[in-house]
Structures are given as C-alpha cells and as structure tokens.
C-alpha cells in the first residue's frame, strides 16, 4: 500500500507572528519557516506504518512556491520516499489544495491518505475533510491512534468530550492530532540521503485544476491589546481583588 | 437570506453550542432553519423548535444517523442546501468534522471559526492562533461557515414552537462505522460553557498535584482545563486542553496555575474576561496578559487559596 502525506510550509509555531503595516497580511519576510507541526505528526505515522510493514511506500506531497522543497526534503530526511512539489506561487485555498490533492490521489492511488488537522498560519481544519468528499472515501479527522487491519483502518479520535474510535473502509482520509505520536529527528546522515531522493515538481494546470478564489481577505488586523494587569503579594490581596475589583467570585 | 444551521446534540438533548450558533445567525437574518440528524431524536427536535429564533426545524430521524458521521450526513445536507445562502454549525470537534465536508460537496470554499459576524458575506475570523484577526469576504453563493461558540450568547428559548418537518432522505454510510465512544464524565460544568476556568500546567508536577486545581474549580463552581504539557504528561485527558489545538473558552474568570502561557495555549483562552496567573517564574508569559498575577509557589499558595474561598 501506498501512503501519500500532505505537507506545507507554515511560519515556525514558536515565532511571534507581526501584522504588516498596511494590514493586508501578516509579515513572511526574513520569517523562519517549518513544516506545519500536524504534518510533521503526519509524516511520522507514515514512516511508522512502513517500518512495520503495513505501508510499502509513502509518498509527500505540497502546493506551494519553490521553497516549500525544503520542506519535503525534510519529510524525505525523516524516511519518506519520494516528494511530490505541486508549484505555484499563488496563495491556495484549502478547498483548491483538496482539489489538487484530489488530481494526485488519482495518479497515485495511495491507500492512505495522512494530512495534518489544521495548519498553525490559517487555522482553518478543512483539506482533509474537503478531500475525503471530493473522492467520496472515508474520513477519520484529529486521530489519536491509527490501526490498519485488512482493508480497513480503526481511528481513535479525539473529539469533545472523549474519544471515540471508527472504522473506516480503505482508501480512507486521516487528518492526525497532536497525540498520534512523537515525531523523529532527522539524522545528519538521513538528511544527506534525502538530497538523492526523487523530487518531482507539477504545475495544477498539470493536474488539471484551475486556481480560483472563492474568498477575498479584505484586512489582517492586530487583535486588541490587553491591558497589562496588576502584581499581587498575597493569596489574601487576590482574593479582595477578586471580590472587590474584578467581581467575579 | 435564509440560515440553516445544523444541530449538535447526542440523540437526546441539543448541545449548548446549537443554541451560540443560531444567535450567531442572527445577524444574517432574524429567523433559521435547523436540521436535526440522528437516530430517535425527536426530542432534541422539539426543544430546538421552542428557540424564538427558529422558523423550522427539519428532522432526520434514522437509524443510519444516529453516530452522526460525517460521511452520511454531509451528503444529506449537501441535498437540502440549495435552498439556503448561509449553512452554519459550531466550531466544535463535530462541526469541524462534517462542514468542511459539506462545503466541498457543494463545491464552496468555507469560513472556519467566524469571531464576528459583519454582513451576509463578511465576518471576522482568527488566524496565527488568534495572533491576527481576518477580516474575509465570501464570494460563494452559499455562505458554509463553523462559529466559534466562546464569541456569541446562546439564543433565547420561547414558548413558540416552530413547525417540524420530517425528512425522508436516508443516506446509508457504508464506509464509514461507528464502534465505540470513552466519554469523559465529570460532575463538573462544561469547559466551553462554565463562567469559571481554572487551569492546571506543567507546573503541577504530576497527576496527584492536579488535583489541588481541581479542589479551586471546586471551590468556584468552575470547570478545569488543562495546558498542553499537562495533557500530554498525562495529569488529565486531552478533551480538557485548552488552546489553539483544543478548546477555546471565554469564561469570566480564567485561573492559570503553573501554566508558562506559550503562544497556543493563549489563542484559546486569551478572550476570558479577567485573567489570573499563579507562576512560580516572575518572567512567564503568562503575566503579561494576566489582570493578576501571583508569583510564587503553587503548592503553598494553592492550599490557601482554596481555604480561604
């Protein structure tokens, strides 16, 4: 079985993100980038189910300007086998990438499809679930825990209130969470092994999808400051300030 | 303009969050429709139809519903949408699950997490954990968005009833099967909805130690949440973490114990009202957004503060 993993390239999670001047973005420039942390979580369960035997080949795909290679050679360093680069310069909509993900499905034929849950820059928890209705399969969102038996996947995933676990027919759609697993390191020996690894690069015009927008994003504004608060000394000044200032208890 | 909003419910009462949604709704139109799906859930029906707001409520009542997949509810949905400019669920594990879903069968792009509510085709919506606010304008003909509850007031309940309507469209789910739910249960209120927060971190140490932010959520009548660390060294389950990743809340009084406040676990709970932080490290992130801060050490400062309440 083939497993084809979704990857992008997102600010780094621990950078202090700044709102342009002019409102019309959030500043990328001189900005350092990584691999979304869901896809990296992604990346990692694919290279597990190939390590034990359940997944011969794991292909990574991502849609974006050149530099997001970096960002597969990265996911090639960590024991994907060969890179898909979707190239475009513009800045793509999720339901736009389940389409192009849709055209690679196609080719490939994965029995697995893994993408992160959401994307740290736009937070918007769609691809997955877009892609599983655009190919009519199953989906298994914010996974805990994948098992593949047969020709079918269990899922536990987390959800509000609990977990809950599903069984799903293959080829199925899985977006991971945060708990699936502890993604690896790259050694400095796997990440020189990865520069051999093949890397092909198509256009969405290639796949057959035409980029529109369905959406306009008129303004990017800095959420309103809070003010700074006050230092208490005590347990008792808290509780008075609770009661007497703020109120609330 | 006409709303339909999709019910979150577990077959027997309507989810709070259904009721934040339709009043999120209002501000596109004065009435909506809601569907309920699942399986002898007539009674969530019934109740959804006594919400002055609600027009109609559409019911499918089906066995093939009732773990409320995905799969098979998208494409009931997706049949009954183009009758409607404005699809809304909350942004809930359930609502993220199945509108971007629906949102692609009809073909339309979708606005996740919507803040605020502008016109019937602009809203406001976090990006960058809440780093940024977006301001987007759909150009869809139907408007698929999930709203995030923490933002809006639940909808009043009246004495009206709207007409239920039943639907007969059964979508069988053959790839997809439910097999079993661990539900989490606490006598605690609900994380999303309490009016007192308090949460424990890293800073806890172990398992044991968590249970003094409990006996403080105790005291308050309040719910507990929990930081990432917190969930992931195991001191609670992970449908209490609260941030980027996990719930968003925004309750009156936010308590953070032994939490550092990194970037995701403010993005969820940044928008309390007042905000305390009891932190051993004086240059923890957490006290530059706190109205109070206590430094010092929790295991001492914890005790008191419980007793004294």
Same mark, same amino acid.
């Given at each position: 079985?083939?497993?084809?993993?979704?990857?992008?390239?997102?600010?780094?999670?621990?950078?202090?993100?700044?709102? @342009?001047?002019?409102?019309?973005?959030?500043?990328?420039?001189? +900005?350092?980038?990584?691999?979304?942390?869901?896809?990296?979580?992604?990346?990692?369960?694919?290279?597990?189910?190939?390590?034990?035997?359940?997944? %011969?080949?794991?292909? +990574?795909?991502?849609?974006?300007?050149?530099?997001?290679?970096?960002?597969?050679?990265?996911?090639?360093?960590?024991?994907?086998?060969?890179?898909?680069?979707?190239?475009?310069?513009?800045?793509?909509?999720?339901?736009?990438?389940?389409?192009?993900?849709?055209?690679?499905?196609?080719?490939?034929?994965?029995?697995?499809?893994?993408?992160?849950?959401?994307?740290?820059?736009?937070?918007?928890?769609?691809?997955?679930?877009?892609?599983?209705?655009?190919?009519?399969?199953?989906?298994?969102?914010?996974?805990?825990?994948?098992?593949?038996?047969?020709?079918?996947?269990?899922?536990?995933?987390?959800?509000?209130?609990?977990?809950?676990?599903?069984?799903?027919? &293959?080829?199925?759609?899985?977006?991971?969470? &945060?708990?699936?697993?502890?993604?690896?390191?790259?050694?400095?020996?796997?990440?020189? @092994?990865?520069?051999?690894?093949?890397?092909?690069?198509?256009?969405?015009?290639?796949?057959?999808?035409?980029?529109?927008?369905?959406?306009?994003?008129?303004?990017?504004?800095?959420?309103?400051?809070?003010?700074?608060?006050? %230092?208490?000394?005590?347990?008792?000044?808290?509780?008075?300030?609770?009661?007497?200032?703020?109120?609330?208890? | 303009?006409?709303?339909?909003?999709?019910?979150?419910? *577990?077959?027997?009462?309507?989810?709070?969050?259904?009721?934040?949604?339709?009043?999120?709704?209002?501000?596109?139109?004065?009435?909506?429709?809601?569907?309920?799906?699942?399986?002898?859930? $007539?009674?969530?029906?019934?109740?959804?139809?006594?919400?002055?707001?609600?027009?109609?409520?559409?019911?499918?009542? *089906?066995?093939?519903?009732?773990?409320?997949?995905?799969?098979?509810?998208?494409?009931?949905?997706?049949?009954?949408?183009?009758?409607?400019?404005?699809?809304?669920?909350?942004?809930?594990?359930?609502?993220?699950?199945?509108?971007?879903?629906?949102?692609?069968?009809?073909?339309?792009?979708?606005?996740?997490?919507?803040?605020?509510?502008?016109?019937?085709?602009?809203?406001?919506?976090?990006?960058?954990?809440?780093?940024?606010?977006? $301001?987007?304008?759909?150009?869809?003909?139907?408007?698929?968005?999930?709203?995030?509850?923490?933002?809006?007031?639940?909808?009043?309940?009246?004495?009206?009833?709207? =007409?239920?309507?039943?639907?007969?469209?059964?979508?069988?789910?053959?790839?997809?099967?439910?097999?079993?739910?661990?539900?989490?249960?606490?006598?605690?209120?609900?994380?999303?909805?309490? $009016?007192?927060?308090?949460?424990?971190?890293?800073?806890?140490?172990?398992?044991?130690?968590?249970?003094?932010?409990?006996?403080?959520? *105790?005291?308050?009548?309040?719910?507990?949440?929990?930081?990432?660390?917190?969930?992931?060294?195991?001191?609670?389950?992970?449908?209490?973490?609260?941030?980027?990743?996990?719930?968003?809340?925004?309750?009156?009084?936010?308590?953070?114990?032994?939490?550092?406040?990194?970037?995701?676990?403010?993005?969820?709970? =940044?928008?309390?009202?007042?905000?305390?932080?009891?932190?051993?490290?004086?240059?923890?992130?957490?006290?530059?957004?706190?109205?109070?801060?206590?430094?010092?050490?929790?295991?001492?400062?914890?005790?008191?503060?419980?007793?004294?309440?």
């Amino acid at each position: 079985m083939k497993v084809l993993v979704a990857i992008k390239r997102v600010i780094d999670p621990y950078v202090k993100v700044r709102v @342009k001047s002019d409102d019309t973005g959030v500043e990328t420039n001189n +900005v350092k980038m990584a691999m979304n942390p869901f896809c990296e979580i992604a990346v990692e369960e694919a290279v597990r189910l190939k390590e034990s035997g359940k997944a %011969q080949e794991v292909i +990574v795909v991502s849609a974006g300007e050149e530099n997001c290679q970096e960002q597969l050679r990265t996911a090639l360093a960590l024991g994907a086998d060969r890179a898909i680069h979707i190239d475009t310069e513009i800045n793509l909509e999720p339901l736009t990438v389940a389409k192009l993900l849709q055209s690679v499905m196609e080719k490939e034929l994965p029995g697995l499809v893994l993408l992160g849950k959401q994307s740290i820059d736009s937070d918007n928890n769609q691809v997955a679930q877009m892609l599983a209705a655009l190919t009519k399969r199953p989906q298994g969102t914010f996974a805990s825990e994948v098992n593949i038996e047969g020709d079918t996947v269990t899922v536990v995933r987390e959800v509000d209130g609990g977990l809950e676990t599903l069984k799903l027919t &293959l080829p199925a759609i899985i977006s991971t969470d &945060l708990r699936l697993n502890e993604p690896r390191y790259a050694s400095l020996p796997n990440i020189m @092994k990865a520069k051999k690894k093949p890397m092909e690069s198509i256009t969405p015009s290639e796949l057959g999808v035409e980029v529109v927008w369905h959406q306009q994003i008129l303004e990017v504004t800095s959420p309103p400051e809070r003010q700074g608060g006050t %230092q208490v000394t005590s347990v008792a000044e808290l509780v008075d300030k609770l009661k007497n200032e703020a109120k609330v208890i | 303009m006409a709303t339909l909003i999709i019910a979150e419910h *577990d077959n027997q009462r309507v989810a709070p969050e259904t009721l934040k949604t339709i009043n999120a709704a209002m501000a596109i139109s004065p009435s909506v429709s809601v569907v309920v799906a699942g399986a002898n859930c $007539r009674s969530v029906a019934v109740e959804i139809s006594k919400v002055a707001a609600v027009e109609q409520v559409l019911l499918a009542d *089906d066995a093939v519903y009732e773990a409320q997949l995905a799969e098979n509810i998208s494409a009931l949905v997706a049949e009954i949408a183009d009758q409607y400019t404005h699809v809304l669920a909350p942004a809930t594990t359930f609502g993220k699950n199945l509108m971007p879903r629906i949102a692609a069968l009809l073909d339309v792009a979708q606005l996740s997490d919507v803040i605020q509510i502008e016109s019937d085709d602009t809203v406001i919506r976090p990006i960058y954990a809440g780093n940024a606010l977006a $301001r987007v304008k759909s150009n869809d003909p139907i408007k698929v968005m999930t709203v995030r509850c923490a933002a809006f007031e639940p909808a009043p309940v009246g004495e009206a009833g709207a =007409k239920v309507t039943e639907l007969d469209i059964v979508i069988p789910c053959d790839l997809s099967q439910f097999i079993s739910k661990q539900a989490v249960e606490s006598e605690r209120p609900e994380l999303a909805a309490a $009016r007192v927060v308090v949460s424990g971190g890293r800073g806890l140490g172990d398992k044991e130690s968590f249970a003094l932010v409990e006996k403080l959520a *105790d005291k308050l009548g309040g719910a507990i949440g929990a930081s990432r660390a917190a969930v992931d060294a195991g001191f609670v389950s992970n449908d209490l973490q609260v941030g980027q990743t996990g719930k968003v809340v925004a309750p009156e009084l936010y308590i953070a114990v032994g939490i550092s406040g990194a970037i995701q676990h403010l993005a969820g709970m =940044k928008d309390s009202k007042v905000i305390v932080a009891i932190n051993s490290d004086p240059d923890a992130p957490i006290f530059q957004i706190a109205d109070y801060g206590l430094v010092g050490d929790l295991f001492e400062l914890l005790p008191e503060l419980i007793e004294s309440l």
